[in-house]
């Protein structure tokens, strides 16, 4: 198969001088430093694995024999969706948001999983569903548009109210340019659902330090301030540089349930 980049494992990682790794396994975290202070930092270290864990979760998202990552299938409606078993993660956003080169550099170390894409407009819009060995099952939903929430598929509302193995819904929100209207409707619907979400900022290596923080205090209040569902701390990736993946990987392997203890770092 294909080489994996270079920082997609936590072995070349850790091999960075201590500031830089930091940064990469834990970008909110590095953000920190640079708040005014009195600004309450509980929300940025919430989940904060050591690297046991990180370890661990990577295991889960490393192919090999006897552990197989595979797509399993796409579906265009809630009834042919393959049967609900394994706990379940899926990740929402608008088009362009960077969602399938997010799932890519999750999957970066099982090269041989086919990310597709479906940028072509008109083109159906499918649910592609991903099996991680016995342990879980990653579900890419359609990007949606800039008519939501007409463009929310019934397809997406049903699996979200209806899927029982779902333990999580990661709404991917662009670090550039922060939260927009369609995101808001997609809050609004994730709330008006009542299930569990976070929300993660993608593109990061685009943005100054200055918009990033900007974007994330912003996103922070407005998640303490209006939402009931969602998870308090942010997820912050590159899929570029790998920046966040490896935490990403770990809160995935958590929500699933697929690590009993996650000790502090
Ligand atoms: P999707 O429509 O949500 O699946 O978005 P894509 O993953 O196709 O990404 C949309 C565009 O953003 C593409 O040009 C990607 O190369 C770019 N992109 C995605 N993620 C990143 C990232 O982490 N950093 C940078 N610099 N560009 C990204």
């Known amino acids: 198969g294909r080489a994996s980049p270079p920082l997609a494992a936590l072995s070349q990682v850790l091999r960075l001088e201590r500031s830089r790794r930091t940064a990469l396994v834990f970008p909110l975290q590095k953000l920190e430093r640079y708040l005014a202070p009195g600004i309450d930092t509980a929300p940025f270290r919430l989940f904060q694995p050591g690297l046991a864990a990180l370890q661990r979760a990577e295991a889960l998202f490393r192919s090999d024999r006897g552990h197989a990552i595979d797509y399993v299938s796409s579906a265009v409606r809630m009834d042919h969706a393959p049967p609900a078993g394994l706990p379940e993660v899926c990740f929402i956003?608008?088009?362009n948001v960077g969602k399938s080169s997010l799932i890519r550099a999750l999957f970066a170390l099982a090269p041989e999983v086919e990310v597709r894409v479906s940028k072509t407009p008109g083109h159906t819009k499918k649910m592609n569903f991903f099996k991680v060995g016995k342990y879980f099952t990653l579900v890419d939903m359609p990007g949606y548009g800039y008519r939501a929430p007409q463009d929310f598929d019934e397809m997406?509302?049903?699996?979200?109210q209806e899927r029982h193995s779902l333990k999580?819904?990661?709404?991917l929100?662009?670090?550039?340019?922060?939260?927009?209207?369609?995101?808001h409707i997609a809050v609004e619907m994730l709330e008006e659902f009542g299930i569990p979400y976070v929300m993660v900022l993608t593109k990061i290596d685009r943005t100054s330090r200055?918009?990033?923080l900007k974007n994330v205090l912003e996103i922070q209040e407005f998640v303490k301030e209006?939402?009931?569902?969602?998870?308090p701390q942010l997820f912050l990736v590159s899929s570029v540089e790998f920046s966040g993946i490896h935490l990403l990987r770990c809160?995935?392997?958590h929500v699933t349930g697929n690590l009993p203890t996650v000790e502090a770092s």
């Open 93 to 95: 956003g608008r088009s």
């Open 156 to 160: 997406v509302e049903a699996y979200l």
């Open 168 to 171: 999580r819904t990661f709404l």
């Open 173 to 183: 929100v662009d670090g550039v340019v922060g939260l927009q209207k369609t995101d």
């Open 210 to 212: 200055g918009v990033l």
């Open 226 to 231: 209006n939402t009931q569902g969602c998870f």
């Open 251 to 253: 809160f995935v392997a």
